[in-house]
């Protein structure tokens, strides 16, 4: 018997693993999945998904999405399933780890955001540069015969 947590749809749950193989687990929870629909359980760091494919009163079974890693969800020091009391109703469950990628994606996205801005201004810059290099030489002839004209006078 292995404790973990279930997600079906927004609501979390307490779930007790009681049998494993390599594409599926026999649950057993207060509440009952329905047939066909998807679940998430977590058990530590590993997260599952599976589909209900049978389901009574207290237990169900489900087809797993992968193989089932059995030895390292029996034997992971770090599995400790979290209390249900830690999770409110429709709140969604995340984990250091989760949030460690997340933030790696979100701040190598910055990162890339402010390249991608850094140089946009600089071939814009560089354009502005030259257009208004072309257009001082295109203007200096006639604002030199002015010049001289005026001069003359």
């Known amino acids: 018997m292995i ?5 079906d749809g927004a609501l979390w749950s307490d779930a007790l693993i009681l049998n494993m ?10 509440q009952s999945p329905n047939r066909g629909s998807y679940l998430e359980i977590r058990r530590g760091t590993y997260v599952i998904v599976a589909r209900v494919v049978w389901s009574t009163a207290g237990r169900f079974g489900v087809q797993t999405q992968d193989m089932v890693p059995a030895e390292r969800l029996i034997n ?3 599995a400790a399933a979290a209390p249900a009391s830690s999770i409110k109703a429709g709140q969604q469950e995340r984990r250091a780890a989760s949030r460690s990628i997340e933030t790696r994606h979100d701040a190598s996205r910055q990162k890339a955001r402010a390249f991608e801005f850094a140089a946009i201004s600089l071939v814009c810059a560089l354009v502005a540069i030259l257009i208004g290099s072309a257009m001082a030489k295109v ?4 604002l030199q015969a002015a010049q001289t004209a005026f001069a003359a006078r």
């Open 21 to 30: 193989s390599s594409r599926g687990l026999l649950v057993r929870s207060d």
């Open 139 to 142: 203007v200096a002839k006639p």
């Open 3 to 7: 404790q973990a947590r279930m997600r």
């Open 76 to 78: 992971d020091p770090d």
